[in-house]
């Protein structure tokens, strides 16, 4: 197992956006060509959750990626109720879960996602996931200091945070994602936190490998402001 996977989640029709649909599949296939040119053997696959099934081929069209449709009422609700969080692991984990029992899994030896719209930057280098220390690993940009205050950290159970725009994970631990995952969509839903704070606490530290940047960047959904991890 030498290759590695890129899973895209994507919103195309996302309810809080200052992007229009248009401008979010430009966006996405921009996601696409960043990929590529970093990392030129890896399989891509895009996952959508807010598309009716009849306009999966227009953005396959205009993406070129193939698209696994997970568009469901449940995460339809979330979306209706902007809830981001609980979406997105929601998302995660039945996209996992489909490749898994689908044995789409098991060619890879590293799984990474990426934010849809979110770009690997000019110092992103696929070399670097070859270190024989991240084996066996999830690997993150390196947590950050939760803004939540005394009390709320105490409530949630969470004093740091892990973005979540892109990170990667052996593939010899998707039996663990899929053993914490669900635990942090049910976080983000009772506590009202989002899903880094949950990753950060649910996530084996054990397993856990972070790096000083990700080299992703982008733009947020609700206001237009270009970030970079």
Aim: proline share 3%; with cysteine.
């Amino acid at each position: 197992m030498t290759q590695n996977l890129f899973i895209i989640t994507s919103a195309i029709n996302a309810k809080r956006s200052v992007f229009s649909r248009e401008e979010r599949i430009f966006q996405t296939r921009k996601t696409v060509e960043s990929i590529i040119s970093k990392d030129p053997t890896a399989s891509l696959v895009m996952v959508e959750s807010t598309s009716e099934d009849s306009e999966v081929e227009d953005i396959w069209s205009k993406i070129g990626v193939p698209i696994i449709n997970i568009r469901n009422q449940k995460l339809l609700e979330l979306s209706e109720a902007k809830l981001h969080s609980p979406a997105e692991a929601l998302s995660m984990l039945t996209a996992i879960n489909y490749l898994e029992k689908d044995g789409r899994l098991d060619q890879f030896s590293r799984i990474f996602k990426i934010s849809g719209r979110y770009r690997l930057s000019q110092g992103f280098d696929i070399d670097v996931y070859n270190n024989p220390d991240m084996v066996g690993k999830f690997v993150f940009l390196k947590r950050l200091e939760s803004w939540q205050d005394e009390m709320r950290r105490g409530v949630t159970g969470a004093d740091h945070l892990l973005s979540t725009r892109l990170w990667s994970m052996d593939r010899n631990l998707v039996s663990v994602y899929l053993g914490f995952i669900e635990r942090v969509f049910n976080d983000c839903l009772s506590f009202g936190i989002d899903l880094e704070h949950s990753m950060w606490k649910h996530i084996p530290k054990d397993n856990l490998f972070e790096l000083p940047r990700t080299f992703v960047e982008g733009e947020l959904s609700a206001c237009g402001e270009t970030i970079s991890d």
